[in-house]
């Protein structure tokens, strides 16, 4: 069964477009998938398949200024003016609206990438609400974001939010590519296979090729900075438990440094957290066809021992 949903987002301007796939059996329980930047959820069917295959509801959304919402609502890049909590308020709306349908089941968050920061936004004032939280591709302390956030906000109160101004877009990013060796596409960071690129590349759900809005920028380097350190982790739940997983070659969690980052930062302030880094694998682990089935398979062992 699939059920297709649209609701307000937190920034009282979009309606969100949203999904939620129920197996054809008594589920176990739910789980929530949270893409990424420029991205949009359907980039997960090959997850949600496995996932509903296994028991499990799946909720997922495309986040203002991205996918299917951003089609609909005709605004490509710009994720409005309420601030950097924005798609993290918006994850919580699509968790009610979920559990309004299907109540009394574990429920677990997966974000990949920024749906990682999301994510650990999220665990900081709702993780109450979960069996547990998976974190994808995440980042520790991201690379240039602060120094960054100074230009745009320089931009913005200059009266430029509303503005795109591609050298912010490749301060925070345009580095990632420097362990790629030659580059044709410019997205070669997220995975080494090159029909991922290309499909990425070429997918007209995708906003990664588009420009992004000056304030939007600036709310993405703001929404980073609430989760860093051990004053974020001690705002999540001690008994939540949490599974970070990524790859050693992605630069988004400086080649593993980040990852661990995060790990110990919540081990430093009493939570349990597995780490698992996957060697020789770049952003995308849930993408590359020698280990999608063994990643989505780590991630049910870890819902299963949760449930």
């Known amino acids: 069964m699939l059920h297709e949903v649209s609701f307000l987002s937190y920034n009282q301007r979009d309606q969100?477009?949203?999904w939620i796939y129920v197996p054809a059996c008594q589920p176990k329980g739910i789980i929530q998938i949270i893409h990424g930047f420029g991205e949009h959820s359907r980039r997960y069917l090959h997850m949600i398949a496995h996932f509903v295959e296994e028991g499990y509801i799946v909720s997922a959304d495309d986040h203002v200024g991205h996918g299917k919402t951003a089609m609909v609502n005709g605004i490509w890049g710009d994720w409005g003016d309420k601030g950097c909590?924005?798609?993290m308020e918006?994850?919580?709306s699509l968790k009610r609206i979920t559990q309004e349908k299907y109540p009394d089941l574990p429920y677990f968050l997966f974000g990949h990438s920024m749906g990682s920061f999301i994510t650990r936004d999220f665990i900081a004032k709702y993780g109450d609400e979960?069996?547990?939280a998976i974190i994808c591709g995440t980042a520790g302390i991201f690379r240039g974001a602060h120094e960054t956030a100074e230009k745009i906000k320089q931009a913005i109160d200059a009266g430029k939010g509303k503005e795109c101004d591609p050298a912010f877009t490749n301060e925070l990013m345009g580095w990632m590519c420097e362990?790629?060796?030659?580059?044709s596409i410019g997205n070669e960071w997220i995975c080494a296979d090159p029909y991922v690129q290309k499909d990425h590349a070429e997918d007209p759900f995708d906003a990664f090729t588009k420009p992004t809005s000056n304030r939007s920028l600036y709310d993405f380097t703001?929404?980073?900075s609430c989760i860093e350190g051990t004053k974020w982790a001690s705002l999540v739940p001690s008994r939540l438990p949490?599974?970070?997983i990524g790859g050693d070659q992605d630069p988004v969690g400086e080649y593993g440094k980040g990852i661990y980052e995060v790990s110990n930062w919540?081990?430093?302030t009493g939570h349990h957290v597995q780490t698992k880094v996957y060697s020789g694998y770049r952003h995308e682990i849930h993408n590359y066809p020698q280990i999608k089935d063994e990643v989505e398979q780590g991630i049910l062992d870890f819902m299963n021992s949760n449930l």
């Open 130 to 132: 979960l069996a547990g």
């Open 85 to 87: 909590h924005t798609m």
């Open 16 to 18: 969100v477009q949203g």
């Open 222 to 224: 703001q929404m980073m």
């Open 266 to 268: 919540l081990v430093e």
């Open 179 to 183: 362990r790629c060796g030659e580059v």
């Open 90 to 92: 918006d994850e919580h």
């Open 242 to 244: 949490i599974y970070n």
